[in-house]
Each structure stands twice: as structure tokens, then as C-alpha cells.
Nanobody, 115 residues
Framework: QVHLVESGGGLVLPGGSLRLSCAAS????????MGWYRQAPGKQRELVAT???????NYADSVKGRLTISRDKAKNSVYLQMNSLKPEDTAVYYC?????????WGQGTQVTVSS
């Protein structure tokens, strides 16, 4: 079993920054992809960014140049540095881990961008 625990959400002014963290625990070994997804009220969950075991990244067009994903393989952790935040970034952010045929999700952390 794999468990993901997110932290770092909150309320921030437009143009501000936040850093999300996600720590994975359980029986996971080798290479696997981790990522961040988000779901705004009334909308479907969407990809924000992913990072593979060898460090290749993929971003949604809407966040390129503002959000940066990184990982610490030794800690089985993934991070999302969010700069120049906009009101449209408001959503619940979910950490994801792809391991073999399985997908694991965190409980989500709320990010609200508002003045």
C-alpha cells in the first residue's frame, strides 16, 4: 500500500507564491512518476505537472513559466513551487504517484488565490 500526504496549501494574494509538498510512503521501489493535478469547483480534475523517475517534466500550458515541479528521490517526495499565482489557479491540488499499473492519490490541499 502507498500513502501520499500533501502540505503547503493556503490563501495567497494574486502574484504571490506557495510551495506544495507531497511525501510518499509504503512499498515503492525503483523508477516511478509523480505529479500534481488540480480540481476547481465545477470542473474536472486536470494535470498540472508531472516528473518521471529520471527527471523529465511535463507541464500544463496554463502553468508553464510560473509553476515548477521537482522531486527528492531519496525522500520519495515531490514539490510544486508556484509563483505569480493567479485567481484561476484556485483549486484543490492533488499529489499523484504512478507505480506499475496502479495510481495513488493524496487527500488534496486547497490553494486559494484571492485579494
Amino acid at each position: 500500500q502507498v500513502h501520499l500526504v500533501e502540505s503547503g496549501g493556503g490563501l495567497v494574494l494574486p502574484g504571490g507564491s506557495l510551495r506544495l509538498s507531497c511525501a510518499a510512503s509504503g512499498d515503492i521501489f525503483g523508477h516511478f512518476t509523480m505529479g500534481w493535478y488540480r480540481q476547481a469547483p465545477g470542473k474536472q480534475r486536470e494535470l498540472v505537472a508531472t516528473i518521471t523517475g529520471d527527471g523529465r517534466t511535463n507541464y500544463a500550458d496554463s502553468v508553464k513559466g510560473r509553476l515548477t515541479i521537482s522531486r527528492d528521490k531519496a525522500k520519495n517526495s515531490v514539490y510544486l513551487q508556484m509563483n505569480s499565482l493567479k485567481p484561476e489557479d484556485t483549486a484543490v491540488y492533488y499529489c499523484n504517484l504512478e507505480y506499475g499499473w496502479d495510481d495513488y492519490w493524496g487527500q488534496g490541499t486547497q490553494v486559494t488565490v484571492s485579494s
